[in-house]
């Protein structure tokens, strides 16, 4: 099974993770965010970072996740390839989302810029069971 794929969009590009559960389809949206953001595959994992993430529903949790990698690239300069989706639980009306995600610094001399991403957005965005796979599908804003 493929881990992502990008799909054209007018003026935006979609990312559509794969996944045999929820927690590895989210992951792999995210791994599509940063080779969409940095096209080269040689992004070491230098650094770690933790992120968790608490929503109301399923769609606003891919929301705040995939936008903490945004944060992540404005404020930190921060370009990651790894991913690992450790839980998505829901309890209480609430959904949470534990994850761990392994990057580096951007370096221009180092790194392929791919595209740059403005926003995440809820326009479009779909997450649901296939069979056997999960499939999440997100428009982002370029």
């Known amino acids: 099974m493929k881990q992502f794929e990008f799909l054209e969009h007018t ?22 965010l940063g080779f ?7 992004v070491e994992p230098q650094i ?11 769609k606003a949790l891919l929301f705040d996740f995939l936008s903490e990698f945004l944060i992540f ?5 921060l370009i990651f390839h790894k991913v ?6 829901e309890k209480n009306g609430k959904w949470y989302l534990f994850a761990k995600a392994w990057g580096e610094k951007f370096n221009p001399e180092k790194h392929e810029e791919g595209t740059h991403v ?16 999960y499939v999440v599908k997100v428009l982002v804003d370029i």
Request: no cysteine; glycine share 4%.
């Open 36 to 42: 969409l953001i940095v096209t080269s595959d040689n």
């Open 11 to 32: 003026a935006d590009t979609y990312i559509v993770g794969y996944g045999e559960t929820l927690e590895q389809a989210f992951e792999n949206t995210a791994i599509g």
């Open 48 to 58: 770690e970072k933790e992120i968790k993430v608490k929503a109301e529903d399923k």
């Open 84 to 89: 690992k989706v450790e839980k998505i639980e």
């Open 118 to 133: 403005k926003a995440i957005t809820y326009h479009y965005m779909e997450i649901k069971r296939e069979k056997d796979k």
């Open 73 to 77: 690239q404005d404020a930190e300069s």
